[in-house]
C-alpha cells in the first residue's frame, strides 16, 4: 500500500525559503516519477514541478521556474521541493503525488503537470507566505 506525507509547510515571509518533504512508504522512490501540486482557496489545483523515477527528467510551471527545485532521495524514499524568494501567490496547500511505473518517460514528461495522470496523493502541507 503506498503512502506518500508531505512535510515542511509552514508561515515564511515573503522572499523566504521553505523546503517541503515528501516521504515515500510502501514501495521504493527509485521506481516513481513524483510531482509536487499546489492548490490557494478559491482556486484549481496546478502542477508545479516534477521529477521522473530516475530523476533525469523535471519540470516546473512557469511562475516558479529560477526559484524552486525539485530533487529527490532515493536513500531516504523521500522527494524535495526546495522552494526560494517566496512569493504572497506561492501560498497554497502543497500536495505531493506519484504516478504509478507502469507508465513511461513519454507519459511522465507530457502529463507531468496534470493532476489526473497521478495515481498516488498525499495529504497535503499548507505554506502561507505573508509579512
Known amino acids: 500500500h503506498l503512502q506518500l506525507v508531505e512535510s515542511g509547510g509552514g508561515l515564511v515571509q515573503p522572499g523566504g525559503s521553505l523546503t517541503l518533504s515528501c516521504k515515500l512508504s510502501?514501495?521504493?522512490?527509485?521506481?516513481?516519477?513524483i510531482g509536487w501540486f499546489r492548490q490557494a482557496p478559491g482556486k484549481e489545483r496546478e502542477g508545479v514541478s516534477c521529477?521522473?523515477?530516475?530523476?533525469?527528467?523535471?519540470n516546473y510551471r512557469d511562475s516558479v521556474k529560477g526559484r524552486f527545485i525539485i530533487s529527490k532521495d532515493n536513500a531516504k524514499n523521500t522527494a524535495y521541493l526546495q522552494m526560494n524568494s517566496l512569493k504572497p501567490e506561492d501560498a497554497a496547500t502543497y500536495y505531493c503525488?506519484?504516478?504509478?511505473?507502469?507508465?513511461?518517460?513519454?507519459?511522465?514528461?507530457?502529463?507531468?503537470?496534470?493532476?489526473?495522470?497521478?495515481?498516488?496523493w498525499g495529504q497535503g502541507t499548507q505554506v502561507t507566505v505573508s509579512s
Open positions: 503525488a506519484a504516478i504509478d511505473p507502469m507508465y513511461g518517460s513519454t507519459y511522465v514528461e507530457s502529463r507531468w503537470y496534470d493532476e489526473q495522470a497521478y495515481d498516488y
Open positions: 510502501g514501495f521504493t522512490l527509485d521506481r516513481y516519477a
Open positions: 521529477i521522473s523515477s530516475r530523476g533525469n527528467f523535471t
